[in-house]
């Protein structure tokens, strides 16, 4: 296993509401990056956290925020949740924000 | 044009075949490339990097042709268990800051059977 952790592992909301979803990252690992794979498809970066400052953004909308604190922990916050927000959301860490990624287990969230 | 393109198969296979898979990318910056398994419903797993020497590990071979923007995955005596989604991923350093961008691709889907 990787030391990654997600929670929660499942959820389901519906269009409008917000949703915070946490990430434990590997002992000694002080980055953190946030992906959503979407069904069928290869996962798609959102940002990344390094040393709790936004460090690279991919292309989504500002109601996709984070949250890095200094044991290296991470949350993604999504606001006024839209259907095609439902997707697997993946926090990899590295050692380093340039170095091999390992995943965690993914948050499954659905919008209804 | 996807910053990364794979061949989504399916791939199906007896146990015992060799399978390949095909992998181009677009941003000629890019310096890290990795292929990465991916069993149903979890998390993609780092399978190996990718360098432009190729390398090997056990029946699995990894080759990066930088000139063409093309990696390749080489299976060999494929097994039961090598039946997952193969998702080749690029490592790019953007514009001169410190991260590292993962940027995947579609996956390519490969069934092993008996």
């Known amino acids: 296993e990787t030391g990654v952790t997600q929670s929660p592992t499942h959820l389901i909301k519906t269009r409008g509401q917000q949703v915070t979803l946490r990430c434990s990252s590997q002992s000694g690992h002080n980055t953190v990056s946030w992906y959503q794979q979407a069904l069928g498809q290869g996962p798609q970066f959102i940002f990344q956290?390094?040393?709790?400052?936004?460090?690279g953004r991919g292309n989504f909308p500002p109601r996709f925020s984070g949250l890095q604190f200094p044991n290296y922990s991470s949350e993604l916050n999504v606001n006024a949740l839209e259907l095609d927000d439902s997707a697997l959301y993946l926090c990899?860490?590295?050692?380093?924000?340039?170095?091999?990624?390992?995943f965690g287990p993914g948050t499954r969230l659905l919008v209804l | 044009r996807k910053e990364v393109e794979q061949d989504p198969g399916p791939f199906n296979v007896p146990e015992g075949a060799t399978v390949a898979f095909n992998c181009t990318y677009s941003?000629?910056?890019?310096?890290?490339f990795f292929w990465y398994r991916q069993d149903c419903r979890k998390e993609p797993k780092l399978l190996m990097s990718?360098?432009?020497s190729g390398n090997e590990d056990g029946r699995f071979t990894a080759q990066l042709n930088r000139a063409s923007q093309y990696i390749s995955l080489l299976i060999r005596d494929s097994k039961l268990s090598d039946s997952a989604t193969y998702l080749c991923v690029v490592n790019c350093n953007a514009g001169g800051t410190s991260y590292g961008k993962l940027t995947f691709g579609q996956g390519t889907i490969l069934t092993v059977h008996p």
């Open positions: 956290y390094y040393r709790e400052e936004e460090n």
């Open positions: 990718v360098y432009s």
């Open positions: 990899a860490s590295s050692l380093a924000s340039a170095e091999t990624q390992y």
């Open positions: 941003n000629s910056a890019s310096q890290s």
